[in-house]
């Protein structure tokens, strides 16, 4: 399945249940939704008897135990929910999912004891239109897709039919357009259910996610004193598939956006909404964010912020506001990665060279979480890293590296030697057959080519659209200073 990383991670039996997904989603996330939506709150403890103090909302990238927002969670003794359903495994996760944690975290951020992790699906239904254009229609709503959405029960959007009962991860534009990070489908017929933020009230209907919804017979639940408001996000469940967009509410249920009680920091990704420049506030599904003289930009500043950039904010907790510690923006959902052999390792320099002494760079930071599949218990860095490792990194791509091509680590993962390699991210050459990505030559004279897609196409239109700047995915071996592709594939980005 060329549209995941999936096979370049490596994972314990059991902990990653079935070849799904790659890191790259973890970057964004956004909104989610399920039967019992679970909004960041939560208690109990984390099987030390503390109470949790932290809370995060994310796109799970990896497993062992569970990886959300570069923070290693262990969920061990935390209560899984699934779609409202506790009492679930850790097997139920899949890489993609937008999920909500609550638990305490270490002093580095790093490392996390979860007290309760929950998947809620933001949208459920039947699809309505087959792919165009990079979308399809579910339960008449606008579900874009891109290379790095991930699938279970088909391969590719391409294999979906009109009348598959799918649900939907991922994070949702005020218009309704959903951003899909994961898209399963299911055994069996659900009812038609979506999570959204109302953005008009009228007597006897209210309008979200892109529909006029008829709420005069639907059963109102959790309703504020003050009734239904524009702003407010709801589960929402459809008496039958929207017609012209419109469509009838059977409940009704108001999401509320408390804190749970001890919750002091937090990790948010999502979309920047309802930005108030001179506020200095945004919010972030239904979270009040605010700025402050303080506030620290990684990768842009606060002059980037508008209206659904994808952004992930780290801060504290004050009076139900998230006081913004850090905006870190997140400019596309799979940034780069790299699957390939070590070649050189500069511990005093915080970097690693990947392919060739002179290949791709990884720069490692504080925040670059690093894993080892080979010893997992054992702590990973860059000293005890060496020339006779495979890697994989994942991260922010750049065509300024040494060797024309960089990533700065979001994660790195020891894996075992010998496996395909492969590379994801921005052509920085182009010469005949002979490609660059991220400066790693790549062969593709004998690689299957596809489109964004998935689906065949010639090699002569794959070379005419992978020029320079385009983001390209490679798989295959790297052998003689090259990677010689099997398969490659144009990306959306």
């Known amino acids: 399945m060329i549209h995941t990383l999936s096979r370049w991670f490596s994972r314990p039996l059991r902990q990653m249940p079935q070849a799904f997904a790659a890191l ?37 990238t990896g497993f062992g135990s569970v990886i959300v927002n570069g923070v290693r969670w262990d969920v061990s003794t935390a209560d899984i929910a699934v779609n409202g359903v506790s009492n679930r495994r850790q097997d139920d996760l899949r890489v993609g999912m937008v999920v909500t944690v609550t638990g305490k975290r270490d002093s580095a951020a790093t490392n996390g004891q979860a007290v309760r992790i929950a998947f809620d699906n933001l949208l459920q239904g039947n699809v309505d239109a087959t792919l165009a254009a990079n979308t399809l229609r579910v339960a008449g709503q606008a579900v874009q897709v891109s ?31 959903i951003r899909a990070t994961w898209i399963g489908v299911l055994a069996t017929a659900n009812a038609i259910e979506l999570t959204a933020p109302i953005t008009a009230v009228a007597t006897g209907s209210i309008q979200a996610a892109g529909l006029t919804i008829d709420i005069r017979s639907a059963q109102l639940v959790d309703v504020p ?55 200095g506030s945004f919010q972030i599904n239904d979270r009040l964010v605010r700025l402050t003289a303080n506030t620290r930009f990684v990768d842009g500043s606060r002059a980037n912020l508008a ?16 006081q913004a510690d850090e905006v870190r923006f997140l400019p596309d959902l799979a940034g780069a ?65 040494g060797g024309g091509g960089r990533i700065d ?27 660059a990505i991220l400066g790693v030559p790549v062969e593709v004279s004998g690689a299957t080519t596809l489109n964004v897609a998935g689906q065949p196409i010639t090699q002569a239109d794959f070379l005419a659209q992978a020029t320079t700047g385009r983001s390209v995915r490679a798989d295959g071996r790297f052998t003689a200073g090259v990677l010689v592709a099997n398969v490659v594939r144009l990306q959306v980005r």
Do not use: H, K
Not at 25 to 37: D, F, H, N, R
Not at 384 to 389: E, P, R
Not at 411 to 433: C, K, L, N
């Open 337 to 401: 990665a790299a699957r390939g052999p070590v070649a050189l390792v500069e511990a005093a320099n915080g970097r690693l060279l990947m392919f060739s002494a002179t290949g791709l760079e990884v720069r490692i930071s504080n925040d670059t979480l690093l894993v080892d599949s080979l010893n997992p218990a054992a702590p990973l860095n860059l000293a005890t890293l060496s020339t006779a490792d495979d890697v994989v990194a994942l991260g922010r791509g750049s065509a300024s590296g």
């Open 24 to 60: 790259s989603v973890g970057l964004l996330l956004a909104s989610c939704g399920g039967a019992e939506p679970i909004r960041l709150a939560g208690g109990g403890s984390d099987g030390t008897g503390a109470p949790p103090d932290s809370a995060a909302s994310g796109v799970i």
């Open 409 to 435: 680590a979001r994660v790195v993962q020891r894996v075992p030697r010998g496996a395909p390699a492969g590379i994801d991210g921005e052509v920085t050459s182009a010469s005949g057959t002979r490609l």
């Open 307 to 322: 209206e659904n950039s994808p952004v992930e904010v780290r801060g504290t907790v004050a009076a139900g506001v998230v």
């Open 225 to 279: 004193g003050g009734g239904l408001a524009v702003g407010q996000w709801a589960r929402i469940a459809l008496s039958g598939p929207p017609v012209a967009g419109t469509a009838t509410a059977s409940r009704v249920r108001v999401l509320s956006p408390v804190f749970a009680t001890g919750v002091i920091n937090v990790q948010l990704q999502g979309l920047v909404d309802q930005y108030n420049a001179t506020a």
């Open 147 to 177: 290379s790095d959405t991930q699938f279970e029960g088909v391969t590719d959007a391409a294999s979906l039919r009109v009348g598959d009962r799918v649900q939907v991860s991922g994070f949702r534009e005020r218009t309704g357009l």
